[in-house]
């Protein structure tokens, strides 16, 4: 038996370890036998486990941010690592258990992250503009601080939104450096704003793990309830119309397609570079959470995420020195 994190399990190990249980549902089979499927998770991921035969009355409970401890193997199903449980019993205070092991963050801290956002804030010098981007991230502070970006793709981590907001800011202001006719407020009140409703469309606990959408996040989504949001806070705090009605614009068009939800493209060049800063910061993530699993000179499996395609790890390295773990800037 082994104690390992879910990033280094194989096939064919045989595991012995705590874990955080994210989701759980009783099931039943073809056959009519009931078994137990749940999504574990630790600091380094989340897999797909299931108690076969499960009974109620011989197993203990599992219910949802509740810590267990499990014995069992790992296989392959439909490309995809699973755990079969064997044994499991609920964590006690004598364990010793830190729940931060156990849940997936960002690499920095959520009021560092805050804090920056913050600075970006201050360097916006439209008046209407500054108003509804720092009344919004205000009053949403508290949830700002552990939403993820995602329930499962990027970004799905404790303070992922955050995550996400500042690279993009970081980068967005590097963009504006080449591009010197781009309107540095509405870039980055945009970056800001795209995915702020992301805490309204989904319901996350305090451990940055999304348990379901909302009935207003399936019926309309974060998009239109980012642009309702914004026209709300605009009429509130007396903003200009136009600089209300150019923030809807950005949020409306930053995913380009309207199959991925966006009814119209980009119009203004803010807009524009706000949607390929999005779509970049979201693959790098998903390939660098794919890469840090793979050995170098190795190809990953396929990555439905990134159109099915598979990653190189290179055995090149570079020369640049690494910032300190947990520095933001």
């Given at each position: 038996?082994?104690?390992?994190?879910?990033?280094d399990?194989?096939?064919?190990?045989?595991?012995?370890?705590?874990?955080?249980?994210?989701?759980?549902?009783?099931?039943?089979?073809?056959?009519?036998?009931?078994?137990?499927?749940l999504t574990l998770?630790?600091?380094?991921?989340?897999?797909?486990?299931?108690?076969?035969?499960?009974?109620?009355?011989?197993?203990?409970?599992?219910?949802?941010?509740?810590?267990?401890?499990?014995?069992?193997?790992v296989?392959?199903?439909?490309?995809?690592?699973?755990?079969?449980?064997?044994?499991?019993?609920?964590?006690?205070?004598?364990?010793?258990?830190?729940?931060?092991?156990?849940?997936?963050?960002?690499?920095?801290?959520?009021?560092?992250?805050?804090?920056?956002?913050?600075?970006?804030?201050?360097?916006?010098?439209?008046?209407?503009i500054?108003?509804?981007?720092?009344t919004?991230?205000a009053?949403?502070?508290?949830?700002?601080?552990?939403?993820?970006?995602?329930?499962?793709?990027?970004?799905?981590?404790?303070?992922?939104?955050?995550y996400?907001?500042?690279?993009?800011?970081?980068?967005?202001?590097?963009?504006s450096?080449?591009?010197v006719?781009?309107?540095?407020?509405?870039?980055?009140?945009?970056?800001?704003?795209?995915?702020?409703?992301?805490?309204?469309?989904?319901?996350?606990?305090?451990?940055?793990?999304?348990?379901?959408?909302?009935?207003?996040?399936?019926?309309?989504?974060?998009?239109?309830?980012?642009?309702?949001?914004?026209?709300?806070?605009?009429?509130?705090v007396?903003?200009?119309p136009?600089?209300?009605?150019?923030?809807?614009?950005?949020?409306?068009?930053h995913?380009?397609?309207?199959?991925?939800?966006?009814?119209?493209?980009?119009?203004?060049?803010?807009?524009?570079?706000?949607?390929?800063?999005?779509i970049?910061?979201?693959?790098?993530?998903?390939?660098?959470?794919?890469?840090?699993?793979?050995?170098?000179?190795?190809?990953?499996?396929?990555?439905?995420?990134?159109?099915?395609?598979?990653?190189?790890?290179?055995?090149?390295?570079?020369?640049?020195?690494?910032?300190e773990?947990?520095?933001?800037?």
């Amino acid at each position: 038996m082994e104690t390992k994190k879910i990033r280094d399990f194989q096939p064919g190990d045989l595991i012995q370890s705590f874990f955080l249980v994210k989701a759980a549902e009783y099931k039943t089979t073809s056959t009519n036998k009931s078994y137990l499927d749940l999504t574990l998770v630790d600091s380094t991921g989340e897999i797909n486990a299931k108690i076969w035969d499960h009974s109620t009355e011989t197993e203990p409970k599992c219910n949802v941010n509740m810590l267990v401890r499990i014995r069992g193997s790992v296989s392959e199903w439909q490309s995809r690592l699973q755990l079969k449980i064997d044994k499991i019993r609920v964590a006690t205070q004598e364990d010793a258990l830190n729940i931060g092991d156990f849940v997936p963050v960002a690499p920095y801290s959520p009021e560092a992250m805050y804090g920056e956002i913050e600075k970006y804030i201050s360097m916006i010098e439209n008046a209407d503009i500054g108003k509804i981007v720092s009344t919004l991230v205000a009053a949403n502070k508290e949830k700002l601080l552990l939403y993820p970006a995602a329930k499962q793709n990027h970004h799905a981590v404790r303070s992922g939104l955050l995550y996400h907001i500042t690279t993009m800011l970081k980068m967005g202001e590097k963009v504006s450096e080449v591009y010197v006719s781009l309107n540095r407020d509405l870039l980055f009140a945009g970056i800001i704003l795209h995915d702020i409703a992301k805490i309204a469309e989904m319901n996350a606990s305090e451990l940055g793990i999304v348990s379901e959408y909302t009935v207003e996040g399936e019926l309309l989504g974060h998009i239109i309830q980012g642009i309702k949001m914004i026209d709300q806070t605009a009429v509130a705090v007396g903003a200009d119309p136009e600089a209300s009605l150019l923030l809807q614009h950005m949020v409306l068009s930053h995913h380009y397609e309207p199959e991925f939800g966006s009814p119209k493209r980009p119009m203004i060049p803010e807009a524009e570079i706000l949607h390929y800063l999005d779509i970049m910061d979201a693959r790098m993530y998903d390939m660098g959470r794919t890469l840090e699993k793979i050995e170098d000179g190795h190809f990953s499996d396929k990555v439905w995420l990134l159109n099915n395609r598979k990653l190189y790890k290179s055995s090149v390295k570079s020369s640049r020195v690494e910032k300190e773990p947990n520095t933001l800037f």
